[in-house]
């Protein structure tokens, strides 16, 4: 039977509007509880307040190359 529901579909809808619509604000809950993890997630990479050295790299000092001795 094409386009009808069975018993399996209907307990899908059912599960899926009782957590949405469910009482005491359910989905309000999960989407807070989310929201706190994106914060805290973003915070961390935040890094903390953290203050970080901005001073420009200096380059190596240069040094003669030593020659090594070939032994054979």
């Given amino acids: 039977m094409m386009g009808g529901f069975s ?7 059912i599960a899926v509007v ?3 619509f469910g009482g005491r ?4 809950g999960l ?3 989310a929201a706190k993890g994106i914060r805290a997630f973003q915070d961390g990479l935040k890094g903390d307040g953290e ?3 901005e001073t420009p790299a200096k380059p190596l000092p240069r040094t003669e ?3 090594d001795k070939i032994v054979s």
């Avoid at 018993?7 to 809808?13: A, K, M, P």
């Avoid at 604000?25 to 309000?28: H, N, Q």
């Fill in 7 to 13: 018993i399996w579909h209907w307990l899908i809808v």
């Fill in 18 to 20: 009782a957590v949405v």
């Fill in 25 to 28: 604000g359910k989905l309000s």
């Fill in 31 to 33: 989407m807070g509880d």
């Fill in 51 to 53: 203050k970080v050295d």
């Fill in 65 to 67: 190359p030593e020659k």
